[in-house]
């Protein structure tokens, strides 16, 4: 969400808080680990990732319930934290909410890392009938205009596009080189 939060500070806000309801719905029914991945960008005084957890707090969550990383530049980056934080705790699949312009782009990253049948990318809409009155709330009031989903839309088409490019490179430059670029376009405060 950097370049939502610094690009629209507004609407990243409402973006964040719909995709921390929609999680907090998920992990309430569902017994599942919060887990939010990321860093602090150029411009930002928090983190994505502090950011959440204070979202989740405001759902009642305790701070020991969340598995907080502080690393992640882009979605690849997630992508590839999730893989191995999956390793390291043991678990089977992990879900991950995102808005629907950003849904095909993120299965397609997420399936360069782990089997299909241990992910799922999923609508923040997909979690109102399980949602409390406040997640409800949120997620309602986070879905993107259609404006911007025809905007963002094209935006994820060109990141599509520029991925492919590097397709004739070996999967760890060309992921390496994607985890780096997402650093620079998002003006990370630290290298």
């Not at 678990?91 to 312009?101: E, N």
């Not at 360069?112 to 997620?139: K, Y």
Request: proline fraction near 3%.
């Amino acid at each position: 969400m950097g370049k939502e939060l610094r690009g629209d500070p507004e609407r990243g806000l409402r973006e964040l808080r719909a995709r921390a309801a929609a999680s907090s719905a998920m992990a309430r029914s569902n017994g599942a680990v919060l887990m939010a991945l990321e860093a602090t960008l150029k411009g930002q005084e928090q983190s994505g990732s502090t950011i959440v957890a204070d979202l989740w707090s405001e759902l009642g969550w305790d701070r020991d319930d969340m598995m907080l990383e502080r690393k992640t530049y882009s979605t690849r980056q997630e992508a590839m934290l999730s893989t191995a934080l999956m390793e390291t705790h043991g678990f089977t699949r992990v879900a991950v909410f995102t808005s629907s312009y950003h849904q095909k782009r993120t299965w397609e990253l997420f399936s360069d890392h782990l089997p299909t049948n241990r992910f799922e990318v999923l609508p923040l809409e997909g979690m109102l009938e399980e949602a409390t009155d406040l997640e409800r709330r949120w997620i309602q009031d986070g879905v993107p205009s259609e404006t911007t989903l025809r905007a963002e839309a094209r935006k994820e088409r060109v990141w599509t596009v520029l991925s492919r490019f590097g397709g004739p490179l070996p999967n760890s430059m060309r992921w390496s080189l994607e985890c780096f670029a997402g650093r620079c376009l998002r003006k990370a405060s630290s290298f």
